[in-house]
């Protein structure tokens, strides 16, 4: 089922100009390397000061800041789950992670958000896996939600292109 507010791109989430961009954090919310490390760079020092007043944030939770000096009005932090062989729900935090995060988006009216692939590089969750999770969890929260016009799956690397390429023709 194609949804057409569903979008695929290749590229580095910082410089998208969309309400939202999710980042794929670690429990401090302090920054780190791979994708966190790029949007608290291209946000500016306003980002990590917005982050340490929030106290962390549980795996498979998000919570929200501003952009400051990126193209995105907000960044909704996200924590992924760390890869331990699948037998620790690893599946369900991920899901429930892009639920938050788009619920988050909703609750501060907006309308576009791209998602990075939220713990496939430093988390190692397997790609396939984790492009299944994302999508089923998109497709299903926008077929209740008529308010969000575009979700923007930024692909980083080509197998995660591919990957999601692959999963949204079907
Ligand atoms: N734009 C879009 N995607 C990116 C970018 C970018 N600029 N840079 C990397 N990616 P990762 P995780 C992709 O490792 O697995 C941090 O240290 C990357 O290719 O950033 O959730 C946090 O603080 C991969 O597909 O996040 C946590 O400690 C995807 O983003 C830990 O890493 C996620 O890779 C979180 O690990």
Redesign the pocket.
Known sequence: MVDPRIEIRQ????KIRVDAIVN???QSLL????????IHRAAGPRLLEACTALNGCPVGDAKITGGYDLPAKYVIHAV?PIWHGGLRNEKEMLASCYQKSLQLAVDHDCKTIAF??????????PKKEAAEVAIGKVRDFLTHHASIEKVVF????EE?LLTYQHFLDK
Do not use: L
């Open positions: 590229g580095d989430i910082t794929a954090a670690n920054g780190g390397g791979g994708v966190d490390g790029a992924g990075p692939n939220i713990s496939t590089g430093i988390y190692r969750f930024v692909c980083f690397d995660n």
